[in-house]
């Protein structure tokens, strides 16, 4: 018997933004699949305007399981994370801990197959780079959203968040930014 997916399965009670009043609360479940999808998009993008060769598919896949250590550990809000140095390193042990106890549920047959997306490769850096470039888009697209709906709570962070995405040196974020973001300032009546 192994755990593994009913533990997955519980992204859905691990919520974001634990240290701000958020007018729609994102559980981590939500958050993976923008992730993906976006991800994906980057993925996409990279390929179709800048010469990438990189596997949308797969880095959809290792996005839905970026956040998969949570489970274990909770969401740990950015301040706490990256209070210090010291902060950070420890957190990133008890990721890497979490990790291994979830990789560690799967049937032996099964762990060649989500070694790569639980632990990483070294030949993925390019999938992971759109991963991490998505994971803070998404992060930006939901201090816009909460703004929107007249939450001032993510005004600092919208500003801090938006200085960290525009300043990631991939040509295929500048192009989501220019392309897709100005939409998530509209509402729906707008967007028609």
């Not at 896949?61 to 970026?66: E, M, P, Q, T």
């Not at 979830?102 to 850096?125: A, Q, T």
Request: charged residues 30%; hydrophobic residues 40%.
């Amino acid at each position: 018997m192994s755990h593994f997916f009913a533990y997955l399965s519980r992204m859905k009670f691990i919520r974001r933004w634990g240290l701000m009043r958020n007018t729609q609360p994102e559980n981590i479940q939500e958050h993976t699949a923008r992730v993906a999808m976006i991800a994906h998009a980057l993925a996409v993008i990279k390929n179709r305007f800048y010469h990438g060769q990189v596997d949308p598919a797969r880095t959809a896949v290792l996005a839905l399981y970026h956040d998969a250590s949570e489970v274990l550990t909770g969401d740990l809000p950015t301040p706490v994370k990256y209070f210090n140095p010291d902060m950070r390193a420890t957190y990133q042990k008890i990721e890497t801990q979490a990790v291994k106890k979830l990789f560690d549920m799967l049937p032996e047959k099964l762990k060649e197959d989500y070694r790569s997306i639980l632990i990483g490769d070294e030949s993925e850096k390019e999938h992971r780079a759109l991963v991490k470039a998505a994971d803070k888009l998404c992060a930006y697209l939901k201090c816009l959203e909460e703004i929107s709906a007249g939450n001032p709570e993510f005004s600092k962070a919208e500003q801090s968040l938006r200085k960290t995405v525009e300043a990631i040196n991939l040509p295929e974020v500048g192009y989501f930014l220019d392309t897709f973001v100005p939409s998530f300032k509209l509402t729906l009546d707008e967007l028609e």
